[in-house]
Structures are given as structure tokens and as C-alpha cells.
């Protein structure tokens, strides 16, 4: 089996972890699109908890973001007329391009939940 040894120095480690927290924070945020919670904050968090969610405080981030993932994802729809990497060879080449394509969606997604979110609450 291979295996590979990433070499990351330092805070480096620190860094991929954080990038991972943060990704799945700003994903579960979407949530707040289509949930109650994005109508009003939850009680329990400190300061705000209660208060109504301006509907551009909403909008204003996802739109960026929606954005950004269309940005950071269009080219994985041409992942298959990409060069394959040695280490990646046809089986894994296909295999990463199904279990990734869903990602292209999620921009476009995003940007159409963000839309009825302001359409709703404008």
C-alpha cells in the first residue's frame, strides 16, 4: 500500500486543521438560510442571542461566498481533460472526479438558496 508522508512544518498543521474548522463552520452556516435560525439567533449564544438576523447580514456573506465556491470549483468540471497525476492513475483519476464533481453544484446552490432567503425576508 502506498503511503505518504505530508512534511507539513510547523503550524502548518495548525493551519489544515483550521481551514477544515472554518470550511465546515461556513458550510453549516448555509443551514441558517433555510432554518429558523437564520430568522433569529439562538438564545443561547451570548450577546445576540434573540435578536432578528438583518436579512442582508445574511445575504451580503453568502452571496461572497457563493461566489468564491463557483470561483474556487469551476475548473473540477473539466477534471476529466486534466493531465492525471502519477501517483493518481485511471481508476483513482475517475474515482476523484465523481466523488468531487458535486462540489461545481455548490456555489450555483448556494446562490440560489441566498436568493429566496432575500426574497423571503424582503
Known amino acids: 500500500m502506498l503511503r505518504h508522508n505530508f512534511h507539513i512544518p510547523g503550524w502548518g498543521v495548525v493551519y489544515v486543521i483550521g481551514l477544515s474548522v472554518v470550511s465546515e463552520a461556513f458550510a453549516l452556516l448555509t443551514l441558517g438560510l433555510v432554518r429558523p435560525w437564520g430568522e433569529v439567533v439562538p438564545r443561547w ?12 447580514a445574511a445575504v451580503i456573506p453568502a452571496a461572497l461566498g457563493s461566489l468564491a ?20 492513475l485511471t481508476p483513482w483519476h475517475t474515482i476523484v472526479g ?25
Open 69 to 88: 465556491l463557483v470561483y474556487l470549483w469551476s475548473d473540477f468540471v473539466f477534471w476529466w481533460n486534466t493531465e492525471e497525476h502519477p501517483a493518481m
Open 45 to 56: 449564544i451570548p450577546i445576540i442571542g434573540g435578536r432578528r438576523v438583518h436579512p442582508l
Open 98 to 122: 465523481i466523488l468531487y464533481q458535486p462540489l461545481v453544484l455548490w456555489g450555483p446552490l448556494l446562490a440560489a438558496v441566498t436568493v429566496s432567503y432575500y426574497r423571503r425576508h424582503h
